[in-house]
């Protein structure tokens, strides 16, 4: 079993950043694939960014070059830097796990699930 917890969510003004952090805890947290996903209402959960157990980083079109997502095994804790912030990024943001290590696109390859932190970028 794995615990994932959320934070640093907001709202912020077009333009700015954000920094998201998701703590894990319950077994060895740099064996798993860990990966950040959004949900807009009334819209499917959508892949944002994942990183594998030895740091291959993917990112999805709409975010790449503006989100970083970074892991500190030390810490067991994935964070997701978020710059250039548009209205069209506000979304309930969750943290997600996977075993074995290799980093996946789709929701259903991942295991666990934090609560999600919500993001409100106005314009």
């Known amino acids: 079993q794995v615990q994932l917890v959320e934070s640093g969510g907001g709202l912020v003004q077009a333009g700015g950043s954000l920094r998201l952090s998701c703590v894990a805890s319950g077994r060895t947290f740099s064996d798993y694939a860990m990966g950040w996903f959004r949900q807009a209402p009334g819209k499917e959960r959508e892949f944002v960014a994942a990183i594998s157990s030895n740091r291959i980083t993917y990112y999805a079109g709409p975010v790449k070059g503006r989100f970083t997502i970074s892991r500190d095994n030390a810490k067991s804790t994935v964070d997701l830097q978020m710059n250039s912030l548009k209205p069209e990024d506000s979304a309930i943001y969750y943290c997600?796990?996977?075993?074995?290590?290799?980093?996946?696109?789709?929701?259903?390859?991942?295991?666990?699930w934090g609560q999600g932190t919500q993001v409100t970028v106005s314009s």
């Open positions: 997600a796990s996977r075993g074995g290590g290799l980093l996946k696109i789709r929701a259903d390859d991942y295991d666990y």
